[in-house]
């Protein structure tokens, strides 16, 4: 057969590999890794800029970069490492072929045309209206018609996973229940459909309103579909970074999962609910009425959080039988003690479990609440947040696993080691001091997505207070943190897949 | 697999030390927000 | 193993320790969930809900209205006005500049009255740090009464723009 002879069997885990598939990952978490890169200057300057004692960029700059960081980051680097970690999913972990690569190619290449489109025009001026583009605030056609195409090509690889589960199914490659990895991810890509259902909605009237096929465009009811897919891809990378840390677990200290009923129940509350908590973006806008915010940002009354708080608990607990099963078994905490802390997969584990759960997950709610929000919206405390859960949370579990990646599917090994070694703490010390930065300034009033706090062009004076300047001191200096803990990373898996020695 | 299967006699109790610390920092933080805005003018 | 398929039979029952922390984590959620709502009773700051469509002419044409008759004086050619106590008032958002200058008394109901006149602005009042979302069509109606006496500055939030960091503007609260 054909498909059998396109197989090679993993040396370490013993896995089957699907060649096809294994192309494909790659390639995606590549290029996901490029667009991490552009994201990674981005930030840089932005940081530099914020912090008032450097003020880096000139307004109009400062702005453009602000978009483009938003798109790359939140969109391009983080959909195409999804993408792959959803082919890893659905074949390798489960000993399967995929369904059809070439589709899986146009898949790449839509979302590639559709990425390089995007940021050409905002690179070009033509789309400076920040990630959200609240009309009347409008870009070039074109800036829409590049999200568009990606979404296209991001939504049929969804469909292709799904296609993949059903056909490993048919051929027998697992009986009854999927892995709880593979079963999270498809939670995640349930969730990727119904964002990227509301990407149709916004975006396409978008590019009509813009080239004049449509009048006007209601901001409200704009800002309702847009937060369907701007949280909703939030959600997405949620979900598929509480699957990779079940991944990391097993894979770093063979964690068991202590209920594998608990844990599906966990992934199960975020399918009919987490998507409400778009909302959390207009619990402070005209329109609408309290019993509609209240039922909506608290997820039907936090069922979602109460997943969240399930994982909390059941991720921890594997590690902790695991480890206990070892013979770590004195007093409370031996186990935690002995873990692997020199092992980027599981000290990127524990770091971005924990400064998730302490920082953003906390922030989130708190600052979802539908009254304090009025103390938090646009104010630097949602940078604030939402960089302990995309960034020291989803990116950097995407990072520890992306080491094992390129070992177990790029079949390389590591160059410097030690380097990688230290990566995801000094990553993740600059994200929190950024963040903790953004958070207390936000918390002072400083605006997001403001170019000068000092004000010194206004006509009527403005002081937020001195303390403002310590804090966002604190977003700059663990802004260049961040930046050389993510340069590490890009370096060590683009040197390691060109440079690396071969793993036969 | 043996402790996967001896449901009911699961041994982690570091872990739910972990979780309570947890959940009284979630708590605090929550309560301090709600303080803060108690102090902002009258609005409705 | 969270990568290999579960045993046939994997919904057994829970284990104390599980059974503790997902009680604990439902009483949490219910707890903040009624706290929202009891705060609606108990607390003065809750979310303002009153909107009515208008659009950008007519409310720039009540605002006007409303600062020609009760302008109190200038301040680097924008309007500063005093609104009747327990009365509405107008707020201009624009790029780049809210309008007028409020004079508020301390202890009094004003119904405010905020739209945009072109893209989104954020209305974010400082350094008390109260922030609001002002859309172009819509009037929204913030029923907001001033516990303490002071200037306060307006700061605009939401992206507008080359101009955007020079939109701010000014409420004087007196006793």
Request: glycine residues 8%; charged residues 10%; hydrophobic residues 55%.
């Amino acid at each position: 057969m054909a498909a059998e002879a396109k197989l090679r069997t993993c040396s370490v885990t013993g896995l089957q590999v699907h060649l096809p598939a294994q192309k494909l990952i790659m390639t995606n978490a590549v290029t996901a890794v490029v667009f991490l890169l552009i994201g990674t200057v981005m930030a840089i300057l932005i940081a530099l800029t914020r912090w008032p004692a450097v003020h880096l960029l000139n307004q109009e700059f400062f702005y453009r970069f602000v978009t483009a960081h938003g798109l790359n980051m939140l969109i391009f680097w983080i959909i195409f490492f999804e993408i792959a970690g959803l082919y890893f999913g659905a074949t390798i972990l489960l000993n399967a072929r995929l369904a059809k690569p070439r589709v899986a190619w146009a898949c790449f290449v839509l979302m590639l045309l559709g990425a390089a489109l995007a940021d050409i025009m905002v690179f070009t001026g033509n789309a400076d209206v920040m990630f959200t583009s609240y009309p009347p605030l409008q870009a070039h056609p074109l800036y829409y018609l590049g999200i568009l195409i990606f979404a296209v090509g991001a939504l049929l690889a969804c469909l292709l996973f799904f296609a993949t589960l059903v056909l490993a199914k048919q051929e027998g490659k697992y009986d009854g229940a999927l892995p709880l990895v593979t079963f999270g991810l498809a939670c995640a890509a349930i969730i990727a459909v119904w964002s990227l259902a509301h990407g149709a909605l916004t975006y396409v009237p978008a590019l009509l309103w813009s080239v004049g096929l449509m009048k006007n465009i209601d901001p409200a009811m704009y800002r309702l579909t847009y937060w369907g897919i701007g949280h909703g891809a939030q959600q997405i990378n949620l979900v598929a970074m509480i699957a990779i840390w079940y991944l990391l677990g097993t894979l770093t200290v063979g964690s068991k999962v202590p209920s594998q009923k608990l844990s599906r129940i966990a992934f199960f509350l975020y399918l009919p609910f987490i998507n409400l908590g778009a909302i959390h973006h207009l619990l402070v806008d005209p329109g609408l009425h309290s019993p509609f915010r209240i039922f909506n940002t608290s997820y039907a009354m936090y069922l979602a959080v109460v997943g969240s708080m399930i994982h909390a608990f059941s991720i921890p607990a594997g590690v902790e039988i695991a480890q206990r099963a070892k013979g770590f078994t004195t007093g409370l905490f031996q186990w935690l003690r002995k873990a692997p802390w020199g092992t980027p997969g599981f000290s990127s584990l524990a770091l971005s479990f924990v400064i998730f759960g302490f920082i953003g997950g906390t922030t989130g709610v708190i600052q979802g609440s539908e009254q304090l929000n009025m103390l938090a919206h646009n104010t630097l405390r949602i940078p604030g947040h939402f960089h302990t859960t995309v960034v020291a949370g989803t990116t950097l579990a995407f990072m520890g696993i992306a080491y094992y990646i390129i070992q177990l599917v790029g079949q390389r090994k590591l160059i410097w080691e030690k380097l990688a070694k230290f990566q995801p703490y000094i990553f993740s010390i600059g994200v929190v001091i950024m963040a903790v930065g953004m958070l207390s300034a936000g918390s002072m009033g400083v605006p997001r997505r403001h170019w000068d706090v000092t004000f010194a062009d206004a006509n009527l004076p403005v002081s937020l207070g001195e303390r403002i300047y310590g804090a966002l001191g604190m977003v700059g200096i663990g802004g260049i943190i961040a930046f050389v803990g993510a340069l590490i990373f890009i370096l060590l898996a683009v040197g390691s897949l060109l440079k690396g020695e071969k793993i036969a | 697999m043996d402790e996967e299967k001896k449901s009911g006699k699961m041994k982690a109790p570091g872990t739910l030390v972990l979780v309570f610390i947890f959940l009284a920092w979630f708590a605090a933080l929550y309560f301090l927000n709600w303080s803060v805005l108690s102090r902002l003018w009258s609005i409705g | 193993m969270s990568i290999s398929a579960p045993e046939r039979i994997w919904w057994r029952p829970l284990a104390k320790e599980e059974k503790i922390w997902v009680i604990v984590a439902l009483c949490w959620a219910i707890f903040m969930f009624i706290f929202m709502i009891a705060w609606h009773g108990a607390g003065r700051q809750n979310n303002p809900s009153t909107t009515y469509r208008i659009t950008p002419a007519v409310f720039a044409q009540e605002a006007n209205d409303f600062i020609a008759k009760y302008k109190v004086g200038e301040d680097k050619g924008r309007a500063i006005v005093a609104p009747p106590a327990g009365g509405d008032a107008y707020l201009i958002s624009r790029l780049w500049s809210f309008d007028p200058i409020l004079v508020l008394k301390k202890g009094e109901r004003y119904r405010l009255h905020l739209s945009s006149l072109d893209l989104q602005h954020g209305l974010s009042i400082q350094p008390m740090n109260l922030n609001l979302q002002i859309l172009p069509g819509y009037d929204f109606v913030v029923n907001i009464t001033p516990t303490e006496a002071g200037e306060f500055s307006l700061i605009c939030n939401e992206y507008c723009g080359i101009g955007h960091h020079k939109m701010v503007g000014k409420i004087i609260v007196k006793e």
